[in-house]
């Protein structure tokens, strides 16, 4: 393939599911020898990784995720400016307020490519119908905007399919991972501090209501009650205090740690013994593959793209939403078969290698360049 200049385009330059994202592609795209670039608000741990890997960032000073008349028209601008004096052969643009600004900017500036990614529609979050209506509408004229769409799984791609004049420009592209590095189990837990024996159920996401962690607790306050275990939560997020006194109040303090930001803390899984993510929505959750990866069991909801990910019964566990009394009973289960355990966290393990990597993404992804 020939040499390309491009311009990843993302809000945030923290490193979440979609800056993962933008890091493993514009690193992939530097290995084939284009010319890249990442366009990011912020000077978070994204920018730090891009320029370890020699990636040129391109530091957007207004942009952030609050909304701000003002700073969007800023944004705008200065995007605009950047792109029609880069002139790059594809734009890529990642997270709702990059794809909907950058892509109108893109458009401006006369840029021949442009490719937005919807890593997870915010529609499908729980809001009043009148902010879900508006959000469609945006997320509508983004992919207008665009000439492709990746949707990260089929489910995705349904969401979306039904716009009018956009059907076209959707194609499924599945995020991928590659081989990272996890501790031996004994050095995980003991840098943790838990007992060598103790049954370890953990998870690693964002503290946000979305993720469905009240529900994992509620469930916990029974479980704990059967078993001698430890909760062990990665993460930070807006949902930190009421989720810390929702433990208080159901008395579970003691037996669920909130690790809080964790750099790299996806080398601790191997601490586990069962992995649980009790969503509410989701797209295509890295959390998932990480874990897969790892060779955990997994318990998840069966939303978003999980199922496409997780074969119910084969590989893991897929429960309804909200559901805290399966939950309890599937913690249960695994608990005291550690056979099952073992089985589905093996069989999980050898559908990612196959069907989940890097390289498949980021092949199928220049495909559309």
């Not at 915010?122 to 905007?145: D, H, M, S």
């Not at 078993?227 to 062990?232: C, F, P, Q």
């Not at 559901?323 to 056979?339: A, G, P, Q, R």
Request: glycine residues 8%.
């Amino acid at each position: 393939m020939l040499s390309m200049k491009i311009i990843y385009g993302i809000t945030k330059s923290n490193f979440g599911g979609a800056q993962r994202y933008v890091f493993d592609l514009a690193r992939e795209a530097k290995e084939c020898g284009h010319d890249v670039a990442v366009m990011c608000g912020g000077n978070g741990a994204l920018v730090e990784k891009l320029k370890a890997e020699d990636i040129r960032v391109i530091t957007i000073p207004h942009m952030h995720r609050d909304i701000s008349l003002v700073d969007e028209l800023r944004s705008l601008y200065f995007i605009f400016r950047t792109l029609y004096e880069e002139k790059p052969d594809v734009f890529h643009t990642n997270s709702s307020k990059m794809g909907g600004i950058g892509n109108l900017a893109a458009r401006f500036a006369g840029v021949r490519k442009i490719i937005f990614t919807g890593h997870a529609w915010e529609f499908n979050a729980p809001r009043p119908w009148y902010a879900k209506f508006a959000i469609k509408f945006f997320t509508w004229i983004t992919i207008l905007l665009s000439h492709k769409t990746i949707c990260v799984s089929e489910k995705t791609m349904r969401d979306v399919s039904g716009f009018p004049f956009i059907k076209h420009k959707l194609v499924v592209v599945h995020n991928g991972i590659e081989k990272f590095e996890i501790l031996p189990r004994e050095q995980a837990r003991a840098e943790l501090g838990i007992d060598g024996d103790e049954l370890v159920v953990g998870t690693l996401a964002e503290l946000h209501p979305v993720k469905g962690l009240d529900i994992l607790l509620e469930a916990w306050e029974m479980f704990s009650k059967r078993h001698n275990a430890k909760l062990v939560i990665f993460g930070e997020g807006e949902a930190r205090d009421e989720l810390g006194e929702l433990a208080e109040l159901l008395k579970i303090e003691d037996s669920v740690e909130f690790k809080g930001y964790t750099e790299n803390a996806r080398k601790y899984l191997s601490a586990f013994d069962i992995f649980v993510l009790p969503s509410r929505s989701e797209a295509m959750p890295y959390t998932i593959l990480e874990a897969g990866l790892a060779g955990l069991p997994i318990v998840a909801t069966n939303v978003g793209g999980i199922p496409e990910i997780i074969e119910a019964g084969i590989s893991g566990v897929l429960i309804d939403p909200e559901e805290t009394d399966t939950l309890f009973s599937t913690l249960i289960l695994l608990t005291e078969n550690k056979d099952l355990r073992k089985r589905l966290g093996e069989k999980l393990k050898e559908n990612i290698e196959r069907n989940f990597s890097v390289e498949k993404m980021a092949e199928e992804t220049s495909n559309l360049y």
